[in-house]
């Protein structure tokens, strides 16, 4: 059996030709300049920064809702399953599930701490750097 160098799914075309560059010279010497000294880039909406921004408020959203969400779900199920613990005494003769549940108000707030924490080191940055990057895109635009 002898090895057949051409593949057996389907030739596909080529991909299509560039658009045709202007035919006035003059014109496009211009286009050339401002290609020159303008990078080309994807459309924003096809840039790596709107996937980093999403994935960057994803893990925001996510580690903020598990510190609130999963406390309270720890404390539901030790309400639930361990109610020897929770009636319980602790420090000062009050009940083990009375300051778990008083302890719910600053665990939510350091959840909203760490949310505002992630959103200005993070989130914020990369979102001003992008509707930057878009206002400049459309200053570009309008001036064509």
């Known amino acids: ?7 057996s799914y389907p ?7 560039p658009p045709y560059a202007p035919r006035h010279h003059a014109h496009h010497a211009q286009h050339a300049h401002q290609a020159h000294h303008a990078p080309r880039r994807d459309p924003l909406g096809h840039h790596s920064d709107l996937r980093i921004l999403r994935s960057a408020y994803r893990r925001q959203r ?20 361990a109610p ?30 760490l949310y505002e924490h992630t959103a200005r080191r993070r989130v914020d940055p990369l979102a001003d750097r992008i509707r930057k990057e ?6 570009r635009g309008a001036g064509r």
């Open 11 to 17: 030739h596909r075309p080529p991909p299509p030709p």
């Open 62 to 81: 996510r580690s903020a809702t598990l510190a609130a969400l999963g406390y309270f779900t720890l404390f539901l199920l030790l309400s639930a399953y």
């Open 84 to 113: 020897g613990l929770m009636t319980g005494t602790a420090a000062g003769g009050l009940p083990t599930g009375l300051l778990l549940a008083l302890a719910q108000l600053p665990v939510t707030w350091l959840a909203i701490a």
């Open 134 to 139: 878009a206002e400049l895109d459309a200053r």
């Open 1 to 7: 059996m002898s090895y057949d160098p051409s593949p």
